[in-house]
């Protein structure tokens, strides 16, 4: 069965410190990984793409990382802002030919909570 | 401003009654998709179409429907015959049509509360 698992489910951090969130998946035959950031009762927002033959991208503070064998990825925020305050969403697509039916799969996120 | 615009931020509805959902798009994008979010659950897709006159079914369509008469509009309406609507529904819309492989562009969502 297709799955994204995310860990923590939630995180509080100091404002300026670094934190790490996970993503481990098990979807087959996999695409691309994704990490969106959602604010409160907004919509999500792409922060990266991976595709299979990429480990690292980096978006500003942002740098997502893929083991494609292990299939794992994290999501490493430096240097924390409030604003920064958001669930974290891993979103993986598989290949699928004809129909978009369960393309993305997405994971529950990780809620963090940047303090002052 | 090119986005995707959902309308109305909040939306109560009484049981039995249908409601519709409002998902605008001036991206040119060709296909467009409604999810569901439930709390503690990853989003999940409820209709997709990937071109004018034309959806189809995602995970979870019951008790719900589309149409795509415009490439910019894609609504969706919640019928009497969903059971457990509250939730937060959110649009997206895409350049091409294998959403695996392309960007995909979210609404702000909508709320949808029953009363």
């Known amino acids: 069965k297709n799955q994204v698992e995310q860990s923590p489910q939630s995180l509080i951090i100091l404002e300026g410190k670094n934190c790490t969130l996970q993503?481990?998946?098990?979807?087959?035959?996999?695409?691309?990984l994704r990490w969106y950031k959602q604010d409160t009762g907004r919509g999500p927002v792409s922060l990266t793409i991976m595709t299979f033959s990429e480990n690292t991208k980096s978006n500003g503070r942002y740098t997502a990382t893929l083991d494609a064998d292990t299939k794992q990825s994290s999501l490493h925020i430096t240097a924390s802002q409030l604003s920064d305050s958001a669930s974290y969403i891993c979103v993986v697509s598989a290949f699928w030919y004809g129909g978009a039916t369960n393309k993305l799969i997405f994971g529950t996120g990780t809620l963090l909570a940047v303090q002052p | 401003d090119g986005g995707i615009t959902q309308s109305p931020k909040y939306l109560f509805r009484k049981e039995g009654q249908n409601v519709t959902l409002s998902c605008e798009q001036n991206l040119n994008h060709d296909a467009m998709y409604w999810y569901r979010q439930d709390p503690g659950q990853g989003l999940r897709l409820i209709y997709y179409s990937q071109i004018v006159n034309d959806f189809q079914k995602g995970d979870i369509a019951e008790g719900y429907s589309v149409s795509r008469e415009k490439k910019e509009s894609f609504p969706l309406t919640v019928t009497s015959a969903q059971k457990n609507p509250t939730a937060f529904y959110l649009c997206?819309?895409?350049?091409?049509?294998?959403?695996?492989?392309?960007?995909?562009?979210f609404g702000q969502g909508t709320r949808l509360t029953v009363v």
């Open positions: 997206a819309s895409s350049t091409g049509l294998d959403q695996a492989d392309t960007e995909a562009f």
């Open positions: 993503c481990n998946y098990t979807v087959s035959p996999f695409s691309n």
